[in-house]
């Protein structure tokens, strides 16, 4: 992801993301959390095969300009992120936490319209 930019974050998920109570996506930078999203601000799409089944789905959003600023590029330290989320029955699940690539920008301002 750039920073300054709009990156789009998308999660695969087996299961139905209405099936959970929750969806808590949280970004770390060393041992600092910098961002946390959840089901509120993910789009939900169907994955459907040829044969029209339904094969997964991709939840996605959108970082502002302003979020993607938050992480800093020339840092030692990494950027990880992991999807954990709540059944309805109380059941807590976490996805293997995956790193993020940082890269930097010559300008960091705010783009607007």
């Known amino acids: 992801m750039f920073r300054a930019t709009t990156p789009k974050q998308v999660f695969i998920f087996d ?5 959970f109570a929750r969806i808590l996506i949280t970004y770390a930078q060393g041992d600092e959390i910098i961002l946390e999203k959840n089901e509120n601000d993910l ?16 939840a996605w959003f959108r970082m502002t300009q302003e979020e993607a600023n938050m992480f800093k590029a020339r840092s030692t330290k990494k950027v990880y992120v992991q999807v954990r989320a709540l059944t309805f029955s109380g059941e807590a699940l976490a996805s293997r936490i995956e790193q993020v690539n940082v890269h ?7 783009l607007t319209l």
């Open 43 to 58: 789009t939900v799409e169907e994955e459907i095969d040829n044969g029209g089944s339904i094969t997964g789905y991709k």
């Open 104 to 110: 930097d920008v010559l300008n960091e301002e705010v």
């Open 15 to 19: 299961l139905n993301p209405a099936m």
